[in-house]
């Protein structure tokens, strides 16, 4: 909490009025505010606690490296204003979102705008508003930054072994090694600065030696020292578990190794999954139902079928991507009542769109409410309204505690 305080200048003009969070009674907690409130809710709960404890957790396992949040993962405002408060840069992806974070009252300097491929017009967008630090992986970029942007920090992000990793993305974006050199000479050729290296493991990585691989990669690249450039920059990009932090001393091992301290070196990350996914838990209610009285492949021929108010192409679009999720009802639940297999779809007309199969549950009614922890990454950010259904509104609550430890509570 010490080091929040030192870290909270911007949460003075904008908490809490503009911000539209609740501030829970002594004792109450989240999942309080979700008993209490749940008729009301048929929306995701957005826990402020969980993300500023992430928040803490990452300044204790890696405090060497400063998280620029990934906004694409969960742009919801309250998230961005509460990281930006909290002295977290942001990792933007395009005009949309720079100029989003720049609403909020980022500053530029802290905002990276990695993506290798962007449109020029978002480039100029940026070189506009002051946002210099910038990804690339190809000439083709290089020529449009010298003409969008010429006065550009370049970070030159290089392909890595993402095979550990459930989402993999050096088969899009990322150098290859062997051609970090000529792109290195074509920046100097364009008058471009190059001021240091990043790279994507993937998001969802199992493997702590994929991340000490790529650090020692892009020491490779440091140590090319070509054509003047001073690598000042290592951006190790995202790919943390939103859960736990299992790989904190490999990663801090391989900094000390490759890049200790007295380089000088500054050492960023783009992390979204790690702060988005476990802060936010979705409520939604059951619409409809059906029994299926001769299902064959079902003991007894008892089939039932409950539609959900979301799914995949609301806030469960990630299902669609071999991810699984384990609903659970909010009611308390007997262990003597029976047990029916149960299907759960989503709202939508579209047969793709089935939440949970082979679902062991009590009878559910329509107007019963389910619950689904840890929801917050990427889900919210990709939802769609296809036939019409709202996306889910979000509730941002935080505890008391949290208010006044922080000093919230005085503005
Ligand atoms: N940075 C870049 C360039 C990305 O493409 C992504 C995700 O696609 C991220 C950061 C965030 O990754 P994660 O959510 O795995 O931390």
Known sequence: AAQLMSKRPTMNDVWPDEWGVYILDNEST??????????????????????????????????????????????????????????????????????????????????????????????????????????????????????????????????VDDSSSFYRLSSKFGAGLSTTGRLLECAAELGLEVVGVSFHIGSKCSQSLAFRQAIADARSVFDTKLLGFQFSLLDIGGGFSGKDFPFSE??????????????????????????????????????????????MRTEGG??????????????????????????YLHRAVESSEKRYRSVIWGPTCDYIDKIVDNYLVPELHVGDWLLIDNIGAYGISISTEFNGFKRSSIYSVVTNETWHTLNLSSQ
């Not at 000088?264 to 476990?278: H, K, N």
């Not at 008892?302 to 609903?327: E, T």
């Open 250 to 295: 490999v990663i801090n091992g391989a900094l000390d190794e490759y890049f200790p301290f007295e380089s000088g070196v500054q050492v960023i990350a783009e992390p979204g999954r790690y702060y988005a996914e476990s802060p936010f838990t979705l409520a939604a209610n059951i619409i409809a139902k059906r029994i299926i009285m001769e299902d």
């Open 30 to 159: 989240a999942t309080r505010f979700i008993d209490k409130k749940i008729k009301e809710l048929d929306a995701m709960v957005l826990n402020l606690d969980t993300l500023i404890q992430m928040h803490l957790k990452w300044l204790s396992y890696l405090p060497r490296v400063k998280p620029f949040y990934a906004v694409k993962c969960n742009s919801t405002e309250t998230v961005l204003r509460t990281l930006n408060a909290l002295g977290t840069g942001f990792d933007c992806a395009s005009k949309g979102e720079i100029s989003q974070v720049l609403s909020l009252g980022v500053k530029p300097e802290n905002i990276i705008y990695a993506h290798t491929t962007k449109p020029q017009s978002h480039i100029k967008y940026a070189c506009a508003q002051g946002v210099n630090l910038m990804t690339f992986d190809d000439e083709e970029e290089l020529q449009k930054v010298s003409r969008c942007h010429p006065k550009a920090k370049l970070v030159l992000r290089i392909a």
């Open 302 to 327: 008892i089939l039932m079928m409950y539609y959900l108010s979301d799914g995949v192409y609301g806030s469960l679009n990630f299902l669609l991507r071999d991810v699984q999720v384990s609903p």
